[in-house]
């Protein structure tokens, strides 16, 4: 006879592989999995960003051998941000239809046509001051960041992008550009708005990717403060107003309970934004050998998608997609 009689043992249902998998609540593939890519001029470029191991940024022909991986291992998509060689006050290269991205689109769809091509929509990487918007003197004139955004939006459509993110925490962004591309005949283009988005120190390392340091200031004038909560739902709730079709929460790790909070409060699908500071601090342990990077990596992603993501835009895409073939 046993000692104690215990009726409740959650470890039968742990004790092996198989009926671990019979019970996991969770499950990645990779249609989970976005890939963000950071296209500049020219031709053979792959430029590595040396805070982001792993990571370059690309010209449109070594993208297109990248998008390629991303299709092979069938990701869910990807998201691209353009630098151009020219930067301006008002940030023209992002609505011109010979800009950087407008010509990556229509390289990567016309070789790629299934693979879902997301264009990230803020100006940071285009104005020489670095803002994600229009100045007014030291501010920043919202509403007529709108009306770029807007254009912006239309070209990228017009190059052939399957989907519209705007990222620049402008009020009334997601609105402005629906209504510039069901006036320009692309009714059918989902938006994904950045709806929650912090003004977060884990962008450090983006910004050398993108190279979209502010020559003065910072965001915290349009991206949220890291100690709200309730302001989350609140920004969301506007951006389905405005008729998004899809959210973002950005940065992933520190913001798991806005995730899961946002998740519990609207149904339209969810993403998260795994960044480029949570992805070095990933890459720098794992040089130094302190950690399991695949193990650590899915662990991550796990987590995002039991908070409650329905896709996870992350740098680490392609290596774990190859993680979830091996396993
Ligand atoms: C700019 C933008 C940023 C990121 C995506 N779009 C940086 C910022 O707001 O400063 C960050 C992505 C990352 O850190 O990986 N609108
Ligand atoms: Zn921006």
């Given at each position: 006879m046993p000692t104690v009689s215990l009726v409740h043992r959650p470890r039968r249902l742990r004790c092996a592989p198989n009926i671990r998998r019979l019970v996991r609540e969770t499950r990645l593939a990779p249609e989970d999995l976005v890939l963000p890519l950071f296209i500049v001029p020219g031709e053979g470029v792959r430029k590595p960003v040396s805070s982001m191991p792993g990571v370059a940024q690309?010209?449109?022909?070594?993208?297109?051998?990248?998008?390629?991986?991303?299709?092979?291992?069938?990701?869910?998509?990807?998201?691209?941000?353009?630098?151009?060689?020219?930067?301006?006050?008002?940030?023209?290269?992002?609505?011109?239809?010979?800009?950087?991205?407008?010509?990556?689109?229509?390289?990567?769809?016309?070789?790629?046509?299934?693979?879902?091509v997301i264009a990230d929509t803020c100006l940071c990487e285009y104005t020489d001051h670095a803002h994600c918007g229009i100045l007014r003197g030291q501010e920043i004139d919202n509403d007529a960041t709108l009306e770029v955004l807007g254009r912006a939006a239309v070209s990228y459509a017009d190059a052939?992008?399957?989907?519209?993110?705007?990222?620049?925490?402008?009020?009334?962004?997601?609105?402005?550009?629906?209504?510039?591309?069901?006036?320009?005949?692309?009714?059918?283009?989902?938006?994904?708005?950045?709806?929650?988005?912090?003004?977060?120190?884990?962008?450090?390392?983006?910004?050398?990717?993108?190279?979209?340091?502010?020559?003065?200031?910072?965001?915290?004038?349009?991206?949220?403060?890291?100690?709200?909560r309730r302001e989350a739902i609140r920004e969301a709730a506007l951006d389905v107003e405005q008729g998004a079709d899809w959210l973002m929460v950005k940065p992933g790790l520190a913001y798991m309970d806005i995730l899961r909070e946002l998740r519990d409060h609207f149904t339209l699908p969810l993403a998260v934004y795994n960044v480029s500071g949570e992805y070095a601090m990933v890459k720098a342990a794992a040089a130094n050998g302190w950690i399991d990077e695949a193990r650590v990596v899915m662990e991550t992603l796990t987590g995002f998608k039991r908070a409650g993501a329905d896709m996870i835009l992350t740098y680490h895409a392609l290596d774990a997609a190859r993680w979830m073939r091996l396993s």
């Open positions: 690309l010209s449109i022909d070594e993208a297109l051998l990248v998008a390629r991986e991303a299709a092979d291992l069938e990701l869910g998509g990807i998201i691209l941000f353009g630098i151009p060689k020219i930067k301006d006050s008002v940030g023209s290269d992002a609505v011109d239809s010979q800009g950087i991205v407008q010509k990556a689109i229509r390289a990567i769809k016309a070789a790629l046509p299934d693979l879902w052939g992008v399957d989907m519209i993110a705007p990222s620049g925490m402008m009020d009334g962004m997601v609105g402005a550009i629906r209504h510039a591309l069901d006036g320009a005949g692309h009714s059918g283009i989902p938006i994904l708005s950045y709806a929650v988005k912090y003004a977060s120190a884990y962008y450090g390392p983006f910004r050398d990717a993108a190279e979209n340091t502010p020559t003065f200031g910072d965001r915290r004038a349009y991206q949220m403060d890291p100690a709200n």
